[in-house]
């Protein structure tokens, strides 16, 4: 037997509760609708019983909707979230897209709203979890581009997977030009394509990008998806070129760099580093300070922590998590700021490919 | 349809990420800051306690630091170390740009 689907709804307000429940029990596939007085007990909730959405009021006593978000974003990454709050204010909006909800939405007041937002909740419910886009549909960003461009319409794809970040320009439904770490156009393109995972902007057009592409998009779609499964199927290992060199070694070349240290984020006593003579300290240092700040981004709501730099008389340094990876990259004390940020770009571009 | 208006309610207010700076001594005591006094107290002494133990056991690992930044997509922290205590500057990020569609995606 199909199990229905899980909802959990978290508010202080026991009355409001009750009013979603009822509300929420119209919607297809009959949820299940669990409800939690306050964020700490949704957070209790959410560890014995698994739910397919959290619905969160942000204002809540004690630990509030942007803190139990921010908790939960990075525990249950696959579950689907929804922002409630009976206040517009673009800083609260902006700060719970930037942890990474599904949905903001302010708390209906009329029927017309109601309705929408039920809308939203079974859309949500209705979306499968393993691949797509999140907030929007279940496609590929293939699907997506194709989309865009068979709709004819004009419009910048801005896509960052982890520290990495690119463009893909659209004018009239024509691929015009692209942009990734070091690469630019059908290069770009084809990169970009082949990320793994991350998020996706739809920024307005920028009719005036020089064109540095010129071939149709299905071509550049069928070239990436040959490309993608060779890569999968391991076709192209026969003609491969020697092995490159470590991504640690790799990595230890960039200009500036000093040292690299790389932690697995799951295996805490293990680590690689280059160029680094006591790598135990500065493992410690790092993992500490990523997880110091990294609680304390949860505690303000200010997201997930993206970076730290640090800035001294010796050396400089940037730390950073990429994927199940953290880095504490030195850097000579000569790079200014800006180029510490370009460099590390470089860095996790470079670990990446 | 005034029965839903039952949504609006006036209950604890968020925490509103503040524009402002603070100094505070080797101690972790806060001595001046330029934040609002919305902003809790508890709040700017963990900030502070953060900072200062990440700077301090920066050079107990040989790498003594001047400045430390952390990036938050909200937020960007800035402390300068002050002969053993340090200066923070707390600054919002506003939205990178208008988003007409969203977000995430596994592709």
Redesign the interface.
Known sequence: MERRPRILLAD??P??LE?YREMLAQLPGQPEIHTAVGGARALTMLETEPYQVLICD????KL???QVLAIVRRKYPDLRTVALT?EV????R??A????V?LFWT?????H??RLFLECVASLLGRET???????QTR???D?VQMECLSRSSAVL??TNGALGGKIWIQDGELVDAEAPGLEGEAAFHRI?S??????????AEPSRPRQIYKPYNALLLESAQALDEAYAGLAAADAPPPPPSPLAQVSRVEGVEFVLALPADAPGEHAARGLE?PE??A??TR??LE??RA??D?????????????????H?ALTTQGATEFCV?WKNTLA?DEVREQMQKVLALWAS | MGLLNLFAKSAPTLLRLPTGSFTVDREGKVLSGTLPSSFPAPVVRDIARQVLATFSEAAAAQLPLAELIIHYPSLKITARELRGGAIVFLAPKAPASPMSRGNSLLL
Request: net charge negative; proline share 6%.
């Open positions: 202080d307000d009355d409001l009013l942000l204002k809540m006593p509030d909707g942007l009976a204010d673009e800083q609260f902006s700060r897209y930037a942890l990474g599904d708390k209906p007041a009329t029927e709203e109601t393993e691949v797509g886009f999140r907030g929007v590929s960003l293939m997506i801005r896509i394509l990320w793994k995972a991350g998020n996706f902007e739809m920024l307005p006591n300290r500065m410690a240092w500490q300070s110091r700040f304390l981004g505690h303000l709501g200010a997201g997930a922590l993206d970076r730290i730099e640090g800035f001294g008389p010796q050396r340094v030195g700021p």
